[in-house]
């Protein structure tokens, strides 16, 4: 059964940094594209960053040059560092794998992904 476990959330200051964690276990990892997403409450779940699985990084605008996303294929994770934190990133971050063999287009559409986790909360304190 495949299964993606996060860490490293937490609370932080504003300006501060966080890295979160994503291990999967359950089949190969390498050869599929990984995601970040956050959602509040209320709020539908967004794209934050993904990667495909050469290694070919995306982000959306409110994060890009703050966040940095990368893949360990040895370790079978994925990370996600988040520097210069604001107040409007607190969420519940959560990360994905994509549905399809090699993906390197759609993955800012959440309904791509084949497996999520169970979500580790940031919070940013002003």
């Known amino acids: 059964q495949a299964q993606l476990v996060e860490s490293g959330g937490g609370l932080v200051q504003a300006g501060g940094s966080l890295r979160l964690s994503c291990a999967f276990s359950?089949?190969?990892?390498?050869?599929?594209?990984m995601g970040w997403f956050r959602q509040t409450p209320g709020k539908e779940r967004e794209f934050v960053a993904s990667?495909?699985?050469?290694?070919?990084?995306d982000y959306a605008d409110h994060v890009k040059g703050r966040f940095t996303i990368s893949r360990d294929n040895a370790k079978n994770t994925v990370y996600l560092q988040m520097n210069t934190l604001k107040p409007e990133d607190t969420a519940v971050y959560y990360c994905?794998?994509?549905?399809?063999?090699?993906?390197?287009?759609?993955?800012?559409?959440?309904?791509?992904?084949?497996?999520w986790g169970q979500g580790t909360q940031v919070t940013v304190s002003s």
């Open positions: 994905a794998l994509d549905a399809n063999w090699r993906a390197t287009f759609y993955l800012r559409n959440p309904t791509g992904y084949a497996y």
């Open positions: 359950g089949q190969s990892f390498s050869d599929y594209a």
């Open positions: 990667i495909t699985w050469s290694s070919t990084t």
